[in-house]
């Protein structure tokens, strides 16, 4: 049993993080490491019992991470490293404090670095629900979040949105490059293993469209993926496939011979929702693929995709009950 | 008569002459520069394989898919409705290229090049294709593709069967290869709940056995994707028949195919990405249309 320093021990590396979570048996999970390297810094506050802690399999306690940098952002030529390693039974909470800023780069080829290295066990749980990344104009960044999941198990539910900059300023996809890479890997015994999802968002130059970035997005100025796996998020994935189901057809009318019957709540609440949705101009989508549940949102503003995800993750409770209130801080 | 014979003979001779500095010069420029310069019109083989498959009675139920267009439209209403909706049209025809280009040609690429990969790049591009709507589109041409290689195109392309002594070239033996693949996939997919057979890879594989050169296959499978596009257009009445010829024949969606090939020529897969994100909602969102025409 290692002894849990309060004082992170450092790891050489500029940009290198480790973030490891261990469970005492039979059910405390332990922060067994959380070390980081400048400009990465990892604040873990004091871990709280879940709201459904009594029962049964759910750990006696959830950890939380915020994943934060010197200056609120990225500087150019930036290169961050982080690992995240869950043991079976354990859960946590990966957080940001405020968007991600990545700064202007002097030279397009320039390019600062986010890597993110998940590893899940089986019953292990990480819900990564992060504020969205916002790129300057002028920059140029890359990022990908690589999920190794254990036999295929372990729960994920894991956003990953960017914005069109500094809206305020006028910047609008001003910017000269910009990657995210989304992967969950299964794996097996003897080192083999098997991609089951990939999300790659490529906004660079190419393309041949003759057209700016900014015509590219068609007006939107979020755009955002969220993807859910496993069965902690069964509830939460299937409630996404049902309101999705249950959108009203894009171009159909109302004829007047539907019966009109009381609504009920959730029915009031997804009337509600609906008309946020077209006031923000928001357009989403959500598909069953490959044992995922993954959505696509964009939204004008981004107030509008913020507002409608905390709202769509609330209304069904789930994360909720298994995390606590605080997952969903980057949501406020 | 005998002169007439004399010119006709002499320019026989020249012909042959030319043809024979042609083929020289176009050895040592593909000496240069590999696969590129080798094209399908000097070689009768490939040519003949090339119009085959951008033959639009070529079975792969393509006049089926809109790939978007049709849920693009109903994301984009004119006013008044009479206006024309060309112009937001040649914007989706951009983007859908631009989109097809930096998502699937990779798969065909590399298929191409590596027939023996193909269940890997199947499952990779599978995990890449985000939603049900356009996994639909692409597994269903995909395996109507299949199906074409089996009931049409096996007999006449693997009897030849060469002596395997005489197999030296490089060509040859990566068509052999990419044949044995085509037939342990088919033959794989009936029992395997892993494979799902898009179209991408599948189209790499088959275009390699049928001799047409990468740079043919990766232009014929945009080029038929902007066909399928431009001619799901005129379905839908944003412009007539004349019109859409005019579009496909032009210069400029030659030039932007052209450098699409060119872009992608050596982008690995694991780069291959999504550069158009409204894309896949509007794609995501066709199921939810209140009339459609289309099955994407």
Redesign the interface.
Known sequence: MSYASPFAASTSKPGQGSISVALLPPNTPVLRDVSYQYPLKLVAPDALPPPDHEEEHAPSLVHTVFLLTYGGGIVAGDAIDLTVRLDSGTRLVLLTQGSTKIFKTPDPSVVSRQHMNVHLAPKSALVYLPDPVQPFAQTAFSQSQIYHLEDGEGSLCACDWVTSGRSARGENWDIFDY?S?NEIWRMEAKGKK???????????K??????ALSQ???G?SV?G?LIIRGPLYASLAQFFLDE?EA?P?????NWGDTVEVEPTPREQWRKAREKRETNDGL????????GFV?V???SKEVEGSRNWLRDMVREEGSIESAFGKGALLCLK | MGANANDAQSLKDEIAELERRLTDAKSQLGEAIPDQTRSASGNDAALHALLLLSDSALPLGSFAFSSGLE?YL??HKVSPPSASQLPSFQ?FL??S??TL??TALPYVLAAYRNPEDIETLD??F????????A?RASTAQGRALLAVWERSFRAQYTHETVDPSQRNGSIEHSQHLASTALTSFSAALRTSDHLNAHLAPLWGLVTNVLSVPPSDSAYLFLFSHARTVISAAVRASVMGPYQAQAVLASAELQE?IK??VA?GWNKKVE????????M??WV??HE????RIFNS
């Not at chain 1, 190419?206 to 057209?211: D, K, L, P, S």
């Not at chain 2, 939810?288 to 009339?291: A, F, N, T």
């Open positions: 990657k890479r098997r991609l089951l999802l990939r999300d790659n968002l490529i906004l660079d190419h393309g041949q469209t003759n057209m590219r997005m068609d939107y755009f993926t999705f959108m057809r894009i171009g159909g009318r357009l989403w989508s959500a598909a069953n693929v490959r993954l696509k949102f964009a | 849920s109903a994301h914007t951009r983007l290229l631009s280009a930096s499952n990779d599978d995990a890449s294709t985000p939603c049900t709507v996994r932007r450098k699409l872009e780069d291959a990405g999504q550069s158009v994100p409204v896949d909602l995501g969102r939810k249309l209140y009339s």
